[in-house]
């Protein structure tokens, strides 16, 4: 894998092939295009830098809520903005490492959106996973957003404190989308994806539904990917 840059790999050509990765250890910031999105309190931190606090995951993205913020509700997102990115010309992948921290309930309940998106809300067009309380208390959701919404139950529960491997996949056409959870299949959507005229940017995001107030980390990010497999080579 690449963790800064495209690089060429054994077996792997880049003019028909795009694979990247990234460690969130506060470098992505000034030169991989990441940057913060943050409302009434919110705020997204760096993690596990120092101390030997999880060895095996050596810098995290934090988000945390200001849950009951007098200024209305609390957000955080870390995302790449929209660079170019359509569903189409192309079979295209990422993959998201991401925690729970504090699983959201009745007392301090939050959403949260992981994937591809065009703005910060929840009904932007995105390609993602996400944590609704309102439609499901237990499981992973899988969302294609476009013209329209299809949001399905994929079954599969979120486990509070565990590491968990997300992955969306879109077919060449930019017509089918997979999702996997753990290596474990979580759907397939063929309606409501986002046109191919519409810039996608990574995204991961929490949001405040209700609770008492004062800040907390809610959801970690360990690592991300996104691969892209292009129809025709890029020397065009």
Request: glycine fraction near 12%.
């Amino acid at each position: 894998m690449s963790c800064g840059g495209l690089k060429t790999f054994p077996g792997i050509d880049p003019l028909n092939h795009y694979l990247r990765s990234w460690e969130f250890d506060g470098n992505e910031l000034d030169s991989e295009g990441w940057t913060d999105s943050t409302a009434n309190g919110g705020t997204v931190t760096l993690g596990n830098i120092a101390g030997n606090v999880e060895p095996l995951h050596p810098g995290t993205r934090d988000l945390n809520i200001d849950f009951g913020n007098v200024g209305g509700p609390s957000r955080a997102d870390f995302r790449r903005d929209p660079e170019g990115w359509v569903l189409t010309q192309g079979a295209y992948r990422m993959q998201w490492l991401v925690k729970v921290v504090q699983e959201p309930d009745a007392t301090d309940d939050y959403t949260a959106r992981i994937g591809m998106a065009d703005g910060v809300t929840i009904t932007s067009n995105a390609v993602n996973f996400q944590i609704q309380r309102t439609v499901s208390t237990t499981n992973w959701l899988t969302v294609t957003d476009g013209a329209g919404q299809t949001l399905n139950d994929s079954g599969i529960a979120w486990v509070e404190g565990e590491w968990t491997l997300l992955e969306i996949s879109v077919n060449a056409a930019g017509t089918s989308v997979q999702y996997l959870v753990d290596n474990v299949n979580a759907g397939v959507h063929t309606l409501t994806i986002p046109a191919n005229t519409i810039d996608l940017g990574m995204d991961i995001g929490v949001g405040d539904v209700a609770g008492a107030a004062g800040l907390t980390n809610v959801f970690s990010l360990d690592w991300a990917l996104q691969e892209k497999n292009f129809s025709a080579s890029r020397l065009g």
